[in-house]
């Protein structure tokens, strides 16, 4: 069985000591006699290729295409997008399996958006140089910033000079022995003693450094090494999209200002160019608003001293303290007020996170 399919139980929750859908499966797939059987288009691709890139390249451009048809078309298009997506999120979540197809999507609507607006609005003459040049670079800044981010979250390495010993309390990079197996700090994956505010990810099967969350848009923890690069991502992403959307609505609808725009634009599908250009900008929207979310969220939990993890873990004890609709989740363990928070946030990666890289394996 490959590792990044192996499902192991959840280090906080110290009642479970297997994966129970996992065995339930193995269990009837047994009774059965049914085994998993390779995929026909197996035989034709070469080893460690995910099947589920594919999807994207092939199904988000056809859709764009058939929602510039008509406004109707466009409705229904982009209002089941997101469902679907939403959907295969809600499968892959569940079954704790790595997947690209959230990636390849990302990476490829980005391509694909900047495709159409080389092809479709820059021969408009409405857009000058100087605009082109500014959407690329915050393309290739979005993309290098990404890169860094796909680098690693920071794992939790086992310090061969530290071995478990039982006889009498003792600590080991700042981790104390007695926390070993039983204690709430004690991988039994990894079979390590995990680091203050680490966690296990159950789709990586590691212990990752101050665990944020695992991102399936990135297919990547966010942690301790890379937490910083991925807020850097999403403003980019954010400025850059807005700077586009902005261009496009100038462009198709000149009479229009860019916040009515997108409500009310007369006369925008009686070119097949100009309505898919809109299409495309209602995808963008859509896009753009869930990833503000996301960022809102991500810098409330910063400017807490908070990780995601932390969040649903406090939520689930009842030990949190939720405030506007559940935006700010305070737990009150970490915090040392607004600018201290930001301070040990930037400087996480450098002198505070740097005793933390290995810890003491049994």
């Known amino acids: 069985m490959k590792r990044e399919r192996f499902k192991p139980p959840e280090p906080d929750d110290p009642f479970c000591c297997c994966d129970c859908e996992e065995l339930d499966d ?14 026909p288009l197996s035989r034709f691709l070469p080893d460690h290729v995910d099947l589920s890139v594919l999807p994207p390249m092939v199904l988000l451009p056809v859709l764009l295409r058939v929602a510039a048809l008509h406004c109707m078309l466009g409705v229904v298009v982009l209002t089941a997008l997101p469902v679907l997506v939403l959907w295969y999120y809600y499968i892959t979540h569940r079954k704790k399996r790595r997947t690209l197809f959230f990636l390849t999507l990302a990476l490829f609507s980005l391509a694909y958006m900047y495709f159409l607006f080389i092809t479709e609005i820059l021969p408009r003459g409405n857009v000058g140089n100087r605009q082109v040049v500014t959407v690329t670079t915050g393309l290739i800044m979005t993309l290098v910033s990404l890169a860094r981010t796909k680098r690693g979250p920071g794992f939790v390495r086992a310090d061969p000079t530290c071995p478990v010993s039982y006889t009498g309390p003792a600590y080991c990079n700042g981790v104390s022995q007695s926390e070993s197996p039983g204690g709430k700090k004690w991988c039994p994956v990894c079979r390590l003693v995990r680091p203050e505010r680490a966690g296990h990810c159950r789709i990586c099967g590691e212990c990752v450094l101050r665990m944020d969350h695992h991102c399936v848009w990135i297919n990547c923890c966010i942690g301790q090494a890379n937490h910083k690069h991925f807020l850097l991502t999403l403003l980019l992403f954010l400025m850059t999209s807005l700077y586009g959307i902005s261009m496009v609505l100038r462009s198709v609808c000149p009479r229009q200002s860019v916040f009515i725009a997108p409500l009310y634009c007369p006369g925008v599908y009686n070119q097949y160019s100009t309505a898919l250009c809109f299409t495309c900008v209602w995808y963008s929207c859509i896009v753009t608003g869930a990833l503000w979310y996301l960022l809102v969220l991500q810098l409330v ?10 969040v649903h873990i406090a939520l689930r004890n009842r030990t949190a303290r939720s405030r506007f609709c559940g935006v700010v989740v305070e737990t009150g363990i970490y915090t040392r007020g607004f600018v201290h928070n930001w301070i040990e946030f930037l400087t996480m990666n450098t002198h505070h996170g740097a005793s933390h890289t290995h810890t003491h394996t049994v």
Request: charged content about 35%; aromatic content about 4%; glycine content about 0%.
């Open 301 to 310: 939990n910063v400017s807490c001293n908070v990780t995601e993890r932390e």
């Open 26 to 39: 193995v269990c009837e797939r047994l009774l059965c006699m049914e085994w998993e059987k390779p995929s």
